[in-house]
């Protein structure tokens, strides 16, 4: 009874809170979810939903099992996975935050990823594109493109880094026939209508944690709580808000560390596709902050051969604008990748 008692007292304390903050504070939390949906309208739908359709596209069609085959070598010394795994790191790296998780699910859906595999590879693939670390946190919040660089470069190779380590989680007893991985490639019109599916199914679910993480966050800024708290719950919970927060009070590894981490509005974004490859709560959120870690020391060891000065308390910084944009060299990627499927496409042909 008394355990039962402890489980139901979590949510009841967030329910009562959040009704709390509904009846007490009604204009604070329609501001933040008009905030929210401003943000989704703007910028998360038409940059995110594009890129998400064209990776899935890829996925889909086969693409991305064509450039892995060569790719497999790397993949299986480095992170104990198949060569199909290497466009969905390569685009998670590229696209931002939810993109990882998202193909991640989708491989291990059609049957090219064991879960043991999926699993491993939620709990790193999980990182901020260039556009946003470079030209948002870099360019408009530091006002230095070498810091976002260095700053994409930390978290990156964290990445990286934690991809390797969850190389020991790897079932090896668990059999392995290429035979059940292979990929086909499939038609253009096919593909085509369930990247769209897909990508739209995904685009409700993040733009819905958005606004509602909006909502919190400006329910907290009006907490009477020290300065420290409300920049500690900005950096956790919403990593677009605790990144310009924290840059005009904490060094850059900082910065690195809560690109890192994520934030929990991205955790919340990409929870279904996490229980959908069998991860468990606790072990993707001690990846994230041992991912933080990893990065902020990373940051430090980059800053001390290439050290740069920042700015830090410009008035007009705004990083909303660019949050969710792809950037060139994906946009070269993309453009690759569909070459690739021209040239590629035959009726029933196999890529092993």
């Given at each position: 009874?008394r355990?039962?008692?402890?489980?139901?007292?979590?949510?009841?304390?967030?329910?009562?809170?959040?009704?709390?903050?509904?009846?007490?504070k009604?204009?604070?939390?329609?501001?933040?979810?008009?905030?929210?949906?401003?943000?989704?309208?703007?910028?998360?739908?038409p940059?995110?939903?594009?890129?998400?359709?064209?990776?899935s596209?890829?996925?889909?069609?086969?693409?991305?099992?064509?450039?892995?085959?060569?790719?497999?070598?790397?993949t299986?010394?480095?992170?104990?996975?198949?060569?199909?795994?290497?466009?969905?790191?390569?685009?998670?790296?590229?696209?931002?935050?939810?993109?990882?998780?998202?193909?991640?699910?989708?491989?291990?859906?059609?049957?090219?990823?064991?879960?043991?595999?999926?699993?491993?590879?939620?709990?790193?693939?999980v990182?901020?594109?260039?556009?946003?670390?470079?030209?948002a946190?870099?360019?408009?919040?530091?006002?230095?493109?070498?810091?976002?660089?260095?700053?994409?470069?930390?978290?990156?190779l964290?990445?990286?880094?934690?991809?390797?380590?969850?190389?020991?989680?790897?079932?090896?007893?668990?059999?392995?026939?290429?035979?059940?991985?292979?990929?086909r490639?499939?038609?253009?019109?096919?593909?085509?209508t369930k990247?769209?599916?897909?990508?739209?199914?995904?685009?409700?679910?993040?733009?819905?944690?958005?606004?509602?993480?909006?909502?919190v966050?400006?329910?907290?800024?009006?907490?009477?709580?020290?300065?420290?708290?409300?920049l500690?719950?900005?950096?956790?919970l919403?990593?677009?808000?605790?990144?310009?927060?924290?840059?005009?009070h904490?060094?850059?590894?900082?910065?690195?560390?809560?690109?890192?981490?994520?934030?929990?509005?991205?955790?919340?974004?990409i929870?279904?596709?996490?229980?959908?490859?069998g991860?468990?709560g606790?072990?993707?959120?001690?990846?994230?902050?041992?991912?933080?870690?990893?990065s902020?020391?990373?940051?430090?060891?980059?800053?001390?051969?290439?050290?740069?000065?920042?700015?830090?308390?410009?008035?007009?910084?705004?990083?909303t604008?660019?949050?969710?944009?792809?950037?060139?060299?994906?946009?070269i990627?993309?453009?690759?990748?569909?070459?690739?499927?021209?040239?590629?496409?035959?009726?029933?042909?196999?890529?092993?």
């Open positions: 009874m355990t039962k008692i402890l489980k139901s007292l979590p949510p009841v304390l967030l329910a009562g809170t959040v009704c709390w903050f509904l009846f007490t009604p204009a604070v939390c329609t501001a933040g979810v008009r905030a929210g949906i401003q943000l989704c309208g703007n910028v998360v739908i940059s995110l939903f594009v890129f998400m359709t064209v990776a596209f890829l996925l889909n069609s086969g693409v991305l099992g064509l450039t892995g085959h060569f790719l497999e070598p790397v299986k010394r480095l992170f104990h996975l198949p060569g199909v795994s290497a466009g969905v790191i390569f685009m998670g790296l590229i696209g931002g935050f939810p993109v990882g998780a998202k193909m991640t699910a989708q491989l291990l859906s059609g049957g090219h990823i064991t879960q043991n595999q999926a699993m491993r590879m939620c709990l790193f693939c990182n901020a594109g260039p556009a946003f670390v470079i030209s946190v870099g360019f408009s919040i530091l006002h230095s493109v070498r810091a976002g660089v260095i700053l994409y470069a930390s978290t990156t964290a990445t990286l880094i934690m991809g390797v380590l969850t190389g020991v989680l790897d079932d090896r007893k668990a059999t392995y026939d290429k035979r059940c991985v292979a990929v490639l499939n038609g253009v019109s096919k593909s085509l990247a769209v599916t897909e990508a739209a199914r995904s685009m409700f679910m993040i733009c819905a944690w958005v606004v509602l993480f909006f909502a966050c400006a329910c907290v800024d009006t907490l009477a709580l020290p300065q420290g708290a409300k500690f719950l900005s950096s956790i919403e990593v677009t808000g605790g990144v310009q927060a924290a840059a005009g904490f060094p850059i590894p900082v910065l690195a560390a809560i690109l890192s981490f994520a934030g929990l509005s991205v955790h919340c974004q929870l279904s596709d996490l229980q959908f490859c991860v468990k606790s072990w993707f959120f001690t990846a994230r902050c041992i991912s933080a870690v990893i902020a020391f990373l940051c430090k060891g980059l800053l001390y051969f290439f050290p740069c000065e920042v700015s830090v308390f410009a008035t007009n910084s705004a990083i604008p660019v949050v969710y944009s792809v950037s060139v060299p994906a946009f990627a993309l453009i690759v990748m569909s070459v690739l499927l021209i040239l590629e496409v035959e009726p029933n042909r196999k890529v092993c």
